[in-house]
């Protein structure tokens, strides 16, 4: 059964780069500081978020310049997405706002001396990030640089990448590809998106008497807080699961216990393998947190077009032992348990922990992040050329503990997951040794 996806060594490119050009609004936008909202600008989502997506060469495209096209529709999308255009400031009780200068993002022209079928005959992470997405000197930091930064390069084979870099404290994962997606309608020829952007963020505000109603044990903070996997030298593998290896997974639960979703599943499966990995001592706290899209659990929900984060993290806790002595189906327990308790009082509960207590980060020790990314529309963004080759996240970023589950169809094109992991070489070959033994098929 294929487990792993076939090379983990990013290709080496000969990248031929122009200078980085600001692409500013079409047409005048309104100057005005638009605050985030208090769960945008909590200390854990001030990083920046890359992602990438490698498109084919199309005949009834010749002759356009998939660089221009892509700059062009930039600049009507901001239009409508002018807040993107302008720059982060802090205020007072260090929030975050966005003054709309409309000073544009930077963009990048590129060519690559390879051709698409060079990334292998299944594209997917590790990627050469470096050379596909110009690390602009001085942009990396929060506050007065770019909110999104996007490099085009073109292939030998007429194909092309398009990979950018976003402010998380923005935007989400789905706030970032509604802004992408917008770019592809204007780049086939439209003059307004058909998802209209909401700002909103107002709703998204703690109120005048701040009360943590809920226990945040993702938020704790400790005197130490490490990464549990915080080695120099991680190795990045991507695992493919398709139904056969879902299907032999299932089979570790019992039949009479309700349906879980493949999420729920492979997370907890992927925590147990990892957690027995690491060789803990059985006493230790181990943490699995995992991204929960809160937009409809508002009442009344959150409107379609609201691009500004908008997602739990919650955490479940248990000592590594529990993980590792016990069953799936304990695990899917847990996890069930913290995903019944999001709706919109525990969101406030967020919102109010964060100016309570200084918008604190995510707690990193010993934890295991997860996200769902099957569903944001990366694979999805048509610039003219049809649907990307493979879309998604160019890294895990800031976050050597995360894992982002991404659609990928491999060259049958049958649908699978793809989850790309980080270990030690020692750890990971554990880990795998793990997934293997629950990946046999019980006769």
């Known amino acids: 059964m294929a487990l792993m996806a076939q090379d983990t060594t990013p290709l080496v490119l000969n990248v031929t780069r122009g200078k980085p050009e600001l692409v500013r609004p079409a047409q005048p936008t309104p100057q005005e500081l638009k605050p985030l909202s208090d769960i945008d600008d909590q200390e854990g989502l001030r990083f920046q978020m890359p992602a990438i997506m490698f498109y084919r060469a199309d005949p009834s495209m010749d002759g356009k310049d998939p660089v221009k096209v892509v700059k062009d529709a930039l600049a009507k999308a901001l239009v409508f997405y002018y807040p993107y255009a302008g720059r982060l400031v802090e205020g007072p009780t260090r929030k975050l706002s966005v003054d709309c200068t409309g000073e544009g993002l930077p963009f990048i022209e590129a060519d690559a001396d390879a051709r698409l079928e060079d990334f292998g005959d299944e594209i997917h992470p590790p990627f050469p990030l470096e050379d596909l997405l110009y690390d602009i000197p001085g942009t990396d930091g929060m506050l007065g640089t770019p909110l999104i930064i996007v490099q085009v390069t073109r292939l030998k084979c007429g194909g092309f990448i398009i990979a950018l870099r976003a402010n998380h404290s923005v935007c989400d994962g789905t706030g970032v590809m509604q802004f992408m997606n917008a770019v592809g309608e204007m780049g086939r020829g439209s003059d307004t998106p058909s998802v209209l952007p909401v700002w909103d963020r107002e709703r998204l505000i703690a109120g005048e008497s701040p009360k943590v109603s809920f226990p945040h044990p993702e938020y704790d903070q400790h005197e130490v807080d490490h990464h549990s996997n915080g080695e120099a030298n991680l190795l990045q593998q991507s695992f493919l699961f398709g139904p056969t290896e879902l299907e032999a ?72 032992g529990e993980i590792c002595n016990n069953k799936v189906d ?50 999805d963004v048509d610039i003219g050329w ?18 982002f589950f991404i659609s990928f169809k491999n060259k049958k094109g049958e649908t699978m997951i793809m989850v790309p992991i980080s270990l030690s070489p020692p750890v990971m070959d554990v880990f795998v040794q793990e997934l293997r033994e629950m990946l046999k098929v019980e006769p």
């Not at 492979?266 to 706290?285: F, K």
């Not at 327990?333 to 200084?358: P, W």
């Open 386 to 403: 049809g649907k990307p080759v493979f879309g998604g996240p160019a890294s895990n970023g800031s976050i050597p503990d995360a894992s």
């Open 330 to 379: 304990y695990i899917l327990g847990l996890i069930r348990n913290a995903k019944s308790e999001i709706n919109e009082e525990y969101m406030r509960s967020i919102m109010d922990l964060m100016v309570t207590k200084d918008r604190p980060h995510f707690t990193v020790r010993q934890t295991y992040v997860v996200s769902d990314l099957r569903h944001l529309g990366f694979a």
């Open 249 to 320: 997974l299932r089979r570790h639960i019992p039949p009479h216990i309700k349906q879980f979703s493949t999420f729920d599943i492979l997370s907890a499966c992927l925590w147990r393998c990892r957690t027995i990995a690491l060789g803990l001592d059985p006493n230790e706290e181990v943490r699995l947190c995992f991204a929960v899209n809160a937009r409809t659990k508002f009442n009344p929900p959150l409107e379609k077009g609201y691009y500004g984060n908008a997602c739990a993290f919650p955490a479940v806790c248990a000592k590594a």
